[in-house]
């Protein structure tokens, strides 16, 4: 039985939570709390494994009771996010504090998206709930260190890859920021991503990581070039595609499919990386719940590209990248402080 701890404000999302978890026989609200403080407190005494928590809150916003957490008794914490660029920015600086994803805040019952968001979350908390979390405790331990940005140029190599695929969600910002923040500015190749996030989010997304990382990222739109050093993040609610042009590769945006389990889609990217540019593609799946990128992996290695998957050891959910690995179509399988060395090394030849 999955313990699960409520955290918010508001009496109708508390009620709401703790409806949709209570209809899964393998969850049980232990708790509900109306600020962060007693959230922390509930958490000391009821030890849940998984917590929801609002962001704004009186007495204690769920930021401070997320570091707390994260400090005395880490666990898997998922944020209740608004769907807006307030919400957004909120919830990406509490995903870089330890908290493993979030479910949006706008719950209606008359809403057509509730079974939706009833499904998410149920499937959110029993994932993250058979995670042992130990990355998670030790990234909140630790101090923060001054991150080395991987060396420039492989000295002798020749250059044989120019297109980086990134399939990425849950728990992928941190991980995302991480490795662009640790590529040099004259990063030879072009990098395209697709992050499951709402609408709202994918354009702070990547304004923050264009502010800590010395390549240039910025969400796609259609007619951006994709270029050496520049990195476009897939609008959240649609897809990106490449178009090889006859001197360029351009960013094409798009809603087909319109059918795609996700959108943006790992799969409807990679599988465009691989018709787009063959074996210049390099593609790199991370963590994330399902198999999102599996078939576009499949589609690039047919064209001579190369994959890596990111180590269970080191993902929130470890669902994508075991997908690409079971189906041996992995190349490599590299732990997240190895990632930007090693997209780099598959650069070269």
Same mark, same amino acid.
């Given at each position: 039985m999955i313990k699960v701890l409520v955290v918010d404000d508001s009496a109708f999302m508390r009620k709401a939570i703790s409806t949709m978890l209570d209809k899964d026989p393998g969850i049980t609200v232990v708790g509900v709390a109306r600020n962060g403080r007693v959230g922390l407190d509930m958490v000391r005494k009821l030890d849940p494994d998984v917590v929801t928590m609002d962001i704004e809150m009186p007495e204690m916003d769920g930021l401070t009771a997320l570091r707390h957490i994260m400090m005395e008794c880490p666990r898997p914490v998922l944020m209740v996010s608004s769907l807006t660029t307030e919400g957004a920015e909120s919830t990406l600086k509490a995903m870089e504090l330890g908290a493993v994803d979030f479910i949006p805040k706008q719950l209606s019952k008359v809403s057509l998206d509730i079974i939706k968001i009833e499904r998410d979350l149920i499937e959110k908390v029993k994932t993250v709930a058979a995670r042992k979390m130990r990355?998670?405790?030790?990234?909140?331990?630790?101090?923060?260190?001054?991150?080395?940005?991987?060396?420039?140029?492989?000295?002798?190599?020749?250059? /044989?890859?120019?297109?980086?695929? /990134?399939?990425?969600?849950?728990?992928?910002?941190?991980?995302?920021?991480? /490795?662009?923040?640790?590529?040099?500015?004259?990063f030879p190749a072009g990098i395209v991503i697709a992050q499951h996030m709402p609408a709202a989010f994918t354009g702070p997304f990547a304004a923050r990581l264009d502010s800590v990382s010395q390549i240039s990222v910025k969400e796609a739109e259609t007619g951006d070039v994709l270029r050496p050093g520049h990195a476009f993040v897939a609008p959240g609610g649609r897809h990106i595609v490449l178009d090889q042009k006859v001197s360029r590769i351009e960013v094409v945006v798009t809603d087909e499919p319109a059918d795609a389990l996700y959108k943006p889609s790992a799969n409807v990217l990679i599988s465009s990386v691989a018709r787009a540019v063959g074996r210049r593609g390099l593609g790199v799946i991370l963590?994330?719940?399902?198999?999102?990128?599996?078939?576009? /992996?499949?589609?690039?290695?047919?064209?001579?590209?190369?994959?890596?998957?990111q180590s269970d050891s080191t993902c929130v959910v470890y669902g994508m990248p075991k997908a690409v690995v079971e189906r041996n179509l992995a190349d490599e399988i590299v732990d997240l402080d190895d990632m930007a060395e090693s997209i780099m090394a598959n650069l070269y030849k």
């Open positions: 990355h998670v405790a030790a990234r909140a331990a630790a101090p923060r260190q001054v991150r080395r940005p991987v060396p420039s140029a492989r000295a002798g190599g020749r250059l /044989i890859r120019d297109v980086v695929a /990134i399939g990425v969600s849950t728990g992928g910002p941190p991980v995302v920021q991480k /490795i662009l923040s640790s590529l040099p500015a004259d963590t994330g719940m399902g198999n999102d990128g599996c078939e576009g /992996i499949r589609d690039l290695k047919g064209k001579g590209g190369r994959a890596l998957a």
